[in-house]
């Protein structure tokens, strides 16, 4: 179930945010193509998180856990960047904004149809 108090209230830390639905690398490709920036996904940040026992338990291997996570669709979770240095109530750091362009996890440069893709 989605918290919208608590991401309401974290909106005015935010520079930018989107949901998940189509998938974490496509949806975080938007805002980096939107902002001319990069970013950087951190695996062991996903995966220490404990919602990513969650999915594990749904897959047998920890490698399809992670791709689900970065690729699934359907998540109902806000995305969002910050320039605030500190935690945000109800927010885990997955990441960096850096520059340049593309989505990289552990610095690998990914595909940003690795996700839904509308088709209109």
Do not use: C
């Not at 690398?25 to 996904?41: F, P």
């Not at 220490?48 to 689900?68: G, I, K, R, W, Y």
């Not at 970065?70 to 320039?83: A, F, N, P, Q, R």
């Amino acid at each position: 179930e989605i918290d919208y108090v608590k991401y309401r209230s974290a909106f005015p830390l935010l520079n930018s945010a989107t949901d998940i639905s189509d998938g974490l690398i496509v949806d975080a490709s938007h805002i980096a193509s939107a902002s001319s920036v990069a970013m950087e996904l951190d695996t062991k940040t996903l995966s220490s998180n404990a919602q990513f026992n969650d999915v594990l338990t749904a897959f047998d291997e920890f490698e399809d856990a992670l791709t689900a996570v970065l690729t699934g669709g359907e998540d109902h979770v806000l995305l969002g960047t910050t320039s605030e240095p500190e935690h945000i109530d109800g927010f885990i750091r997955i990441g960096t904004v850096v520059p340049g362009q593309g989505i990289y996890v552990d610095g690998k440069r990914q595909e940003t149809e690795s996700g839904y893709q509308h088709r209109w």
